[in-house]
């Protein structure tokens, strides 16, 4: 069965998303909607808080759609101090950004448990950025903008599987459809259906530096939770830096695909990633002295 994302949201706004245990941030807002009733509070404050459990949950119903829930982000943003960023790195500057859209730069792999990289993206100027946390045992999550409302998101993906990929604008459509399906189903390999590698286009000229790239369009079926099936339509950008596969994968519902392709596409091909001949000695030092 087949709904609008909207129609979704609003018929399993009480429930966690996708079945899965609600995280720690869910489970807080619904610990204060419960006692509010047996502490006294007013029926105003309890319905509003029961309400904020209902926009929680709802919003975690994007996290099936393969997003996180959004969390403050303290990346590089902005022309000037993204240039003088790339600048420090020995790196050229990022061409002009469209009206509308902000560039973003931020080291992915600060932890012990990851290697380093640095991610450069653009991203509209009204999206929510989330950005991987660190503590004592490493660091999780990814690097992430989107309207989550909306299920527009455009996420950061390593692939490992394959390791370092040489020539990767002429390899075998098969690996971008591996990295593709792994980079969607990070909630779990149960969560999507019919996926499909549409278009692959390597990509080549001056404003890549000498660096292969590919851009994929790609389609799929969510399945979330809630027993729906969501129509999703995707665009990608691949390359292989270091020890791996990088991803930067853009997607909305189909519906919504007609009016964000070109904003996806826009993101994607802003896509850059370094990771070898760069000195990220001052990152990993902050988080050593930080967690040790």
Same mark, same amino acid.
């Given at each position: 069965?087949?709904?609008?994302?909207?129609?979704?949201?609003?018929?399993?706004?009480?429930?966690?998303?996708? +079945?899965?245990?609600?995280?720690?941030?869910?489970?807080?807002?619904?610990?204060?909607?419960?006692?509010?009733?047996?502490?006294?509070?007013?029926?105003?404050?309890?319905?509003? $808080?029961?309400?904020?459990?209902?926009?929680?949950?709802?919003?975690?119903?994007?996290?099936?759609?393969?997003?996180?829930?959004?969390?403050?982000?303290?990346?590089?943003?902005?022309?000037?101090?993204?240039?003088?960023?790339?600048?420090?790195?020995?790196?050229?500057?990022?061409?002009?950004?469209?009206?509308?859209?902000?560039?973003?730069?931020?080291?992915?792999?600060k932890g012990k448990n990851r290697?380093?990289?640095?991610?450069?993206?653009?991203?509209?100027?009204?999206?929510?950025?989330?950005?991987?946390?660190?503590?004592?045992?490493?660091?999780? +999550?990814?690097?992430?903008?989107?309207?989550?409302? $909306?299920?527009?998101?455009?996420?950061?993906?390593?692939?490992?599987?394959?390791?370092?990929?040489?020539?990767?604008?002429?390899?075998? $459509?098969?690996?971008?459809?591996?990295?593709?399906?792994?980079?969607?189903?990070q909630k779990g390999a149960n969560?999507?259906?019919?996926?499909?590698?549409?278009?692959?286009?390597?990509?080549?000229?001056?404003?890549?530096?000498?660096?292969?790239?590919?851009?994929?369009?790609?389609?799929?079926?969510?399945?979330? +939770?809630?027993?729906?099936?969501?129509?999703?339509?995707g665009v990608a950008a691949i390359?292989?830096? +270091?020890?791996?596969?990088?991803?930067?994968?853009?997607?909305?519902?189909?519906?919504?695909?007609?009016?964000?392709?070109?904003?996806?596409?826009?993101?994607?091909?802003?896509?850059?990633?370094?990771?070898?001949?760069?000195?990220?000695?001052?990152?990993?030092? $902050?988080?050593?002295?930080?967690?040790?």
């Amino acid at each position: 069965m087949k709904l609008c994302l909207f129609t979704i949201l609003l018929s399993v706004a009480p429930f966690g998303a996708n +079945g899965f245990a609600p995280s720690r941030q869910q489970s807080a807002v619904t610990a204060t909607s419960l006692q509010a009733s047996s502490d006294g509070d007013s029926r105003r404050d309890f319905m509003s $808080k029961t309400l904020a459990t209902a926009v929680t949950s709802a919003t975690a119903l994007t996290g099936g759609l393969g997003v996180l829930a959004p969390l403050p982000a303290h990346a590089v943003k902005g022309a000037d101090k993204v240039n003088a960023q790339l600048k420090a790195y020995g790196l050229p500057s990022i061409p002009s950004v469209s009206n509308g859209m902000v560039p973003l730069l931020e080291v992915y792999g600060k932890g012990k448990n990851r290697f380093p990289l640095l991610v450069l993206m653009n991203h509209p100027v009204t999206w929510v950025v989330t950005l991987p946390s660190n503590d004592v045992n490493g660091e999780d +999550g990814t690097i992430q903008a989107g309207e989550y409302a $909306k299920g527009d998101t455009a996420t950061f993906f390593v692939y490992t599987d394959e390791g370092h990929v040489d020539n990767i604008a002429s390899a075998d $459509k098969s690996l971008f459809e591996k990295a593709l399906i792994k980079a969607i189903s990070q909630k779990g390999a149960n969560m999507y259906q019919n996926f499909k590698v549409t278009k692959v286009v390597p990509q080549s000229g001056p404003e890549y530096d000498g660096k292969q790239y590919v851009l994929c369009d790609f389609r799929y079926e969510l399945l979330t +939770g809630a027993g729906f099936e969501v129509d999703r339509r995707g665009v990608a950008a691949i390359t292989s830096e +270091g020890p791996a596969v990088e991803v930067l994968w853009a997607a909305s519902t189909r519906e919504r695909f007609k009016k964000t392709e070109p904003v996806l596409r826009d993101i994607t091909s802003s896509f850059r990633v370094w990771a070898d001949g760069l000195n990220f000695s001052d990152e990993l030092a $902050k988080m050593e002295e930080r967690f040790g």
